[in-house]
């Protein structure tokens, strides 16, 4: 993969891509491990003298929408850059161009959502054309949305010598190095909120994995697909084929699927309290919102005896404390199987991150913490390498 090291950098307009998809509440951001990744790439190119033009997505906006202006993240970059971060409210056109034209060497500044242009997504050639337009290099250094066949990610490569940052190459290295696989029995656990993409590549992971633990909205779905009353819980409808082929994938290879027999859940939107509830039990107007006692003690024995644990997103609404147990507690059992040298741990995601300093650790209680979330896992499948260019 060509790095940025093997590129001349000296007052070449730089369109850095970066994934500043951070979690935001009342303006404030809530975890800011994205960011922090992306400063070495961005000090060495202001270092060897380039002009750096930071582009990204932020949420998913339809249109323009303001709560989710990449303007918020202004200040704290330049504050970590140490570094005054002029912002342009557009992506493309006129706008940026003139404020490009005025850079210096070792300049930097940021551009609006890539999202409020909906051919952003739509990879279309004529919006990477245009994003293109300003700069003399492209430099990808956004694992963490990567698993996205978008215009900033993989059309944009047909239209600028094409290199990765160092963020990505040490999710790569990382990644590599940690899971090579041979260190079995492997376990998945597979949470969040985010079901339509991950649940893809649990097919993929059902065959090399030896546990698949679910938790969250994947969870229920599998959960309702088995007849499970769930109540009003967060689950996927019209996927039965999907869910079937995983179960008979899993079987075919020896993996065991372990989905919650006890759960917490929140009755009448009151978040405040979780009551404990085995899954035969739950009624109408119950919200799963977390995993329960048993189902903690059933996944800390799977733990105890792996070798390798790849987690992807929290197990319950860790924002919550009263349904942040599970994800707390199984942040304990994993990070003291690491540190006794026990486990090869592997945690990815933008709200693992957040739940990783919500419950007191940090990067260093885990083997490694990627970026990545759904791109982890598209990663750990294989799916991502067949898809972006750049490999
Ligand atoms: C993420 O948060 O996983 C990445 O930023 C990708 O975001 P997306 O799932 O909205 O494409």
């Not at 992506?91 to 959502?113: H, P, S, W």
């Not at 010598?161 to 963020?167: D, E, K, T």
């Not at 599998?222 to 689950?235: A, P, Q, R, T």
């Not at 750990?380 to 898809?387: I, Q, V």
């Amino acid at each position: 993969i060509p790095s940025i090291k093997d590129c001349n950098l000296q007052d070449k307009v730089i369109l850095l891509r970066v994934d500043f998809n951070v979690p935001i509440k009342n303006g404030e951001i809530q975890d800011n491990m994205r960011i922090l990744r992306a400063l070495n790439t961005i000090e060495y190119l202001m270092n060897t003298g380039a002009k750096v033009v930071i582009i990204s997505h932020f949420g998913r906006p339809e249109g323009r929408d303001d709560n989710l202006s990449l303007k918020n993240i202004v200040k704290t970059l330049s504050q970590l850059l140490n570094k005054e971060v002029n912002f342009v409210d557009d992506c493309i056109g006129e706008k940026v161009q003139k404020v490009v034209n005025t850079m210096v060497a070792g300049d930097v500044i940021l551009l609006e959502n890539l999202r409020f242009y909906k051919e952003e997504e739509q990879n279309d050639l004529s919006f990477a054309q245009q994003l293109s337009s300003i700069a003399d290099v492209y430099v990808n250094d956004a694992f963490s949305c990567s698993h996205r066949i978008h215009a900033s990610i993989a059309r944009i490569t047909e239209f600028l010598p094409s290199y990765v940052g160092f963020s990505m190459q040490n999710e790569l290295k990382y990644l590599e190095e940690s899971i090579s696989f041979q260190a079995k029995p492997i376990t998945a656990i597979v949470g969040g909120a985010k079901i339509s993409t991950k649940i893809k590549m649990l097919k993929r992971l059902a065959e090399k994995v030896d546990f698949l633990i679910l938790g969250g909205a994947i969870a229920n779905s599998f959960l309702s697909f088995n007849k499970v009353n769930i109540g009003k819980s967060l689950f996927q409808t019209g996927i039965d084929d999907l869910l079937h082929s995983i179960i008979e994938i899993a079987n075919k290879n020896n993996c065991k699927i372990i989905v919650p027999e006890d759960v917490l859940v929140a009755i009448d939107s009151d978040y405040s309290v979780g009551i404990a509830k085995k899954i035969e039990s739950i009624s109408d107007d119950d919200v799963i919102l977390d995993i329960g006692l048993q189902t903690l003690e059933t996944i800390s024995g799977v733990i105890a005896n792996s070798k390798t644990v790849l987690w992807n997103g929290p197990i319950g609404m860790f924002e919550y404390p009263a349904f942040a147990i599970g994800t707390k507690e199984l942040m304990n059992i994993i990070s003291n199987f690491t540190k006794k040298g026990n486990l090869i741990s592997v945690i990815g995601g933008g709200d693992s991150s957040s739940a990783i300093n919500a419950a007191g650790f940090t990067d260093k209680d885990f083997t490694y913490v990627s970026t990545g979330g759904g791109a982890f896992l598209s990663w750990l499948s294989g799916d991502m390498h067949a898809k972006l260019k750049l490999f």
